[in-house]
């Protein structure tokens, strides 16, 4: 038994015929729960290639601290890098802080809203680099009904000096548990960049189909 839990999945589509195009998602969600203090690490990769053109290449790390101040109240740290070759985007790399309220939190279901300043560094290819600080908001849920559990977040995330400058990060998980420690997963996420290099389409979307392993 393992002191943390810890999820793992690997998920992709492969077309073959008309359209060769292959697409592999993999990545791993550890986290641990020593109240009042809860640590998180979420790690993601994706790589993909159509008619032997590459048209996926993006990674994403994640390392977050939770310290409870009341039993609904978290104040929390985090750092995160990534990059996204396909979006023009060589690296985006964040440090925040802030506070969490829980509304609901058991074993079955969870809804909770974040607020964070954070400092963030990006970087895209054919430009200049930039230090800015940004605006975290995030709505996150969770629900288990049975062998199936539900997931969805979204952070919305304005430069606080131009609030037409915005991310938008929006992802769902749907796992079917299959035994024990094997679901099925179903995965949507949405990146949407007000301000995306020239030539890029502001919104992208990616829908994966594959399996999830929890320890």
């Not at 969600?29 to 994706?46: C, I, R, S, V």
């Not at 979006?87 to 279901?109: E, H, P, T, W």
């Not at 600080?133 to 952070?155: H, Q």
């Not at 094997?182 to 995306?196: C, E, F």
Request: without cysteine; glycine residues 6%.
């Amino acid at each position: 038994m393992l002191p943390f839990s810890l999820d793992i999945f690997i998920s992709g589509i492969l077309l073959k015929g008309n359209s060769d195009n292959i697409t592999l998602k993999g990545g791993l969600n550890a986290a641990k729960e020593t109240h009042p203090l809860d640590f998180g690490l979420y790690m993601e990769t994706t790589y993909g290639e159509s008619k032997g053109v590459k048209n996926a290449n993006s990674g994403k790390v994640v390392l977050n601290l939770d310290y409870y101040i009341l039993k609904r109240v978290e104040t929390f740290l985090f750092l995160s890098a990534e990059y996204d070759e396909m979006a023009g985007l060589d690296n985006r790399s964040d440090a925040g802080l802030g506070f969490k309220y829980d509304f609901l939190k058991d074993s079955i279901k969870e809804f909770s809203t974040s607020l964070a300043v954070l400092r963030s560094y990006e970087r895209y290819f054919d430009e200049n680099p930039r230090w800015i600080y940004r605006l975290s908001l995030r709505p996150k849920f969770r629900f288990k009904y049975g062998g199936i559990r539900v997931f969805a977040m979204v952070f919305y995330k304005p430069n606080i000096e131009n609030f037409h400058d915005y991310l938008i990060d929006a992802r769902a998980n749907i796992l079917i548990s299959i035994t024990k420690h094997l679901s099925l997963r179903i995965s949507v996420k949405n990146d949407y960049n007000s301000l995306a290099p020239e030539g890029l389409s502001k919104n992208d979307i990616k829908t994966f189909l594959g399996l999830n392993i929890s320890l």
